[in-house]
């Protein structure tokens, strides 16, 4: 397993439009995490899952935003109606029950 | 809640120079401590962790780190600072491994 994977690297889209990001965590793990980071700031929790189970939203996560992970396996996270203050690195860890979260090299959105 | 402080937003060190970047926490029980760097471009890396026992944890790249519980800190060490070593550095504090606060990050630049 080459670790935790996520796709696209890069998105540039308009104002308003909607984006979806995926993310392939470790094969074993069964946790899976996503979080934003923006310029000089650290990641930012937005949600969690245990297998298919979303078991936590930060209030970050606006209505615009929905996580799904169907199969316990990819989750993919979606932005409806993107803003320019979504602009960020989208960041996806992932775990097993007892160990430290393995993190993706992220997704760069860019909102213009 | 729990939450992160790094005092030090950038920090310059000499090369062969030792290292000590701060890290605070707010946490009401004991917590789970970790220490991840980020070079441009690339996911977050796990230098080290505290779970328990030991307060000085022994990581990866000859980096350790002291947990003192009665000044809430945890502190990140090296004594002799490569150029490679030039990155962001970020201290976390968590609940089990979940529910991950990050601190703001503090930029290490090597002096050759």
């Known amino acids: 397993d080459t670790g935790v994977s996520q796709d696209p690297r890069h998105k540039i889209t308009k104002r308003g439009q909607n984006v979806t990001f995926r993310c392939d965590p470790i094969?074993?793990?069964?946790?899976l995490y996503w979080y934003r980071q923006t310029l000089g700031q650290g990641p930012e929790f937005l949600t969690y899952?245990?297998?298919?189970?979303?078991?936590?939203k930060s209030r970050l996560l606006s209505d615009r935003f929905s996580a799904e992970r169907p199969k316990g396996s990819f989750s993919t996270l979606e932005i409806q109606r993107t803003e320019q203050g979504d602009s960020a690195m989208y960041l996806c860890a992932s775990s097993g029950d007892f160990d430290e979260q393995f993190f993706g090299p992220g997704t760069r959105l860019t909102v213009l | 809640a729990q939450s992160v402080t790094q005092p030090d937003i950038h920090i310059t060190v000499s090369e062969g120079a030792s290292l000590e970047l701060r890290c605070n926490y707010s946490y009401g029980a004991t917590p789970y401590l970790f220490w991840y760097v980020q070079s441009p471009g690339q996911g977050l890396q796990l230098l080290l962790k505290?779970?328990?026992?030991?307060?000085l944890v022994q990581g990866i790249k000859g980096f350790e780190a002291e947990f003192k519980r009665s000044q809430s800190s945890f502190n990140l060490r090296k004594p002799s600072v490569h150029w490679s070593d030039a990155a962001e550095y970020f201290c976390a504090v968590g609940e089990g491994n979940n529910d991950m606060r990050f601190g703001a990050g503090t930029r290490l630049t090597v002096k050759p």
């Open positions: 094969s074993e793990h069964n946790r």
């Open positions: 505290y779970f328990s026992g030991d307060t």
């Open positions: 899952f245990q297998n298919e189970a979303q078991l936590e």
